[in-house]
Each structure stands twice: as C-alpha cells, then as structure tokens.
C-alpha cells in the first residue's frame, strides 16, 4: 500500500514569491492534515480537512497561507506571499482512525 | 506554552542495552499517546500507542508506559539496534471535540552506537 505522497521534496525560493505544496494521501483516508515543522521542533498542525470540509483551520495564517481539498482526496498548500520565516519542512499526514500517517515533507527555504 | 516536553534532546546507547525515552505532559485532557520515530529527510512514522486506560503497551522490542498521576509516559526499546538511531516524537492527543488533534513535543534524538 502506497503511503503519503508529497511533493516537491524541496524547494528553494526568494521572499515575497508564491510556492504551493502537493500531497496525495493513503487511499481511502478520509482526514488529511497539513503540519509545520520548524527546526528543532516538533510538528504543529496547520489545518484538517474531513473529506473536502476544512473543519480546524484556526492555526493557519490565513493573510499568507491557503489550501485545498476540492474532491476530498489531494490537497494543495500554498503561501503568498513566502517570509523569511517561512523556512520549515511542510508535513502532509492522513488517517482512518486514531494513528497519523505521515508524507517524507516539503522543505522550504526561502532566501 | 509547551503541553507536551522532552526534556532530553539527545540520548547515546550500547547497541544491546535498554534505551529509555521520556515525556512528560501537562493537559489532564489528553487521553491518548503515541511515539512516532523519525529519520533525516523522512517524515514521522508512527511506533506505539497508548490510551490513558492503559499503564503499559507491549509490541516486540518497544513498550509503552504511561503514568497518569505524574502525567509521564515512556518508551523503552530492549535491545536497542543501531537502525533504531532516529529522533523520536512523543504526541498526545485530547478527548471530545478535540480528538484528532496531536500535540508533539520537541523530539529525542536517539544513537544507538554499534
């Protein structure tokens, strides 16, 4: 079974550009979450979607950061315009029950 | 305000001996725990869990234990292998309305030297 898919890896920006992140989640995962990891630190959630409804997004930035999950399965991060203190490694995790299943991350460095 | 600590950031082993990993909480709401291990440039994978019912959880070489009244739990890898060398993610997880929502602490950083 294929897990959490995310995409790109990496990427690199100048501050002030735009960047979206992808993730496809494990089939058949109803609720998916995307997640900031700051170095040194341990995940924090951004929002939670439950099949396309975004239910908690009340830690997301919402002047900067945006996303969508628009048929309930894959769902796009994007921020605009990228801060400096954007620089982390942007998690996707998805689950059926209780455990988080978690993508590799995108990390972003932003110049 | 950090509901969710790790107080040692790192942690070094004999490969064959018992590795023990700390986390302490502070939310009396939170009623259930996993640890998540994770590899550079890898996202985290879920280990071992436990519910706030329970005092122990058992899965080959990890076991859970969790003691309510000092709001501390652990994990303990016996023997430890030098592939278990990663960082690892203590979480906690509330009740009710909230009960998707994982709280992480700060990670360990665990070597486990051949």
């Known amino acids: 079974e294929a897990g959490v898919v995310q995409s790109p890896r990496y990427k690199i920006i100048e501050k002030k550009q735009p960047v979206a992140f992808w993730c496809n989640p494990i089939s058949g995962h109803n609720t998916l979450y995307w997640y900031l990891q700051n170095l040194g630190q341990g995940p924090e959630l951004l929002i939670r979607?439950?099949?396309?409804?975004?239910?908690?997004d009340s830690q997301l930035p919402k002047d900067r950061f945006s996303a969508e999950r628009l048929k309930g399965v894959d769902s796009t991060l994007k921020i605009q315009p990228a801060e400096l203190g954007d620089s982390a490694v942007y998690l996707c995790?998805?689950?059926?029950?209780?455990?988080?299943?978690f993508g590799p991350g995108t990390r972003l460095t932003v110049l | 305000d950090q509901q969710v600590k790790q107080n040692s950031p790192s942690l070094s082993v004999q490969e064959g001996r018992i590795s023990i990993l700390n986390c302490d909480y502070t939310?009396?709401?939170?009623?259930?725990f996993l640890w998540y291990k994770k590899y550079p440039a890898e996202g985290p994978t879920f280990l071992i869990s436990i519910s706030s019912i329970k005092d122990k959880n058992e899965d080959g070489r990890f076991t859970v234990f969790l003691n309510k009244s000092a709001k501390h739990l652990s994990l303990h890898i016996v023997p430890s292998q030098p592939g278990d060398s990663a960082v690892y993610f203590c979480?906690?997880?509330?009740?009710?309305?909230?009960?998707?929502?994982?709280?992480f602490g700060k990670g360990t950083l665990l070597t486990v030297n051949p």
């Open positions: 995790a998805s689950s059926l029950v209780n455990e988080q299943f």
């Open positions: 979480a906690a997880r509330g009740s009710g309305g909230s009960n998707y929502k994982l709280t």
């Open positions: 979607y439950e099949n396309e409804e975004a239910v908690d």
């Open positions: 939310n009396s709401m939170f009623d259930y």
